[in-house]
């Protein structure tokens, strides 16, 4: 079992960036796929990003395309997203996930390892 915290959240204006990151602890991260979701209130929690084995391989959705980048970093057990460009609509709290898959994936039923997120509220 992974256990994972993320940090990074806040309060920031439209067009800003901001970086979250995840820590993992309690597994071998390496072996993980590495995701992050996010739920807005009232909403279901949607897929935004993820990393396979070795950052090879990433995948986004469509609404977060070439605004974030997600990275990894296996020395430091540690995932990140790079949310550049920020919209209000990006407010929500954002999950990190971890997953034993080899590849990136946009569903939420191949992680089994999840955070207790971090607010990220932007303003218009």
């Known amino acids: 079992q992974v256990q994972l915290v993320e940090s990074g959240g806040g309060l920031v204006q439209a067009g800003d960036s901001l970086r979250l990151s995840c820590a993992a602890s309690g597994g071998h991260f390496p072996s993980y796929a590495m995701s992050w979701f996010r739920q807005a209130p009232g909403k279901e929690r949607v897929f935004v990003a993820a990393?396979?084995?070795?950052?090879?391989?990433?995948k986004y959705s469509d609404s977060v395309k070439g605004r974030f980048i997600i990275s990894r970093d296996d020395a430091k057990n540690t995932v990140y997203l790079q949310m550049n460009s920020l919209k209000p609509e990006d407010t929500a709290v954002y999950f990190c996930?971890?997953?034993?898959?080899?590849?990136?994936?946009?569903?939420?039923?191949?992680?089994?390892?999840w955070g207790q997120g971090t607010q990220v509220t932007v303003s218009s």
């Open positions: 990393v396979g084995w070795e950052g090879a391989e990433t």
């Open positions: 996930a971890a997953g034993p898959t080899h590849y990136p994936s946009h569903y939420s039923s191949h992680y089994n390892n």
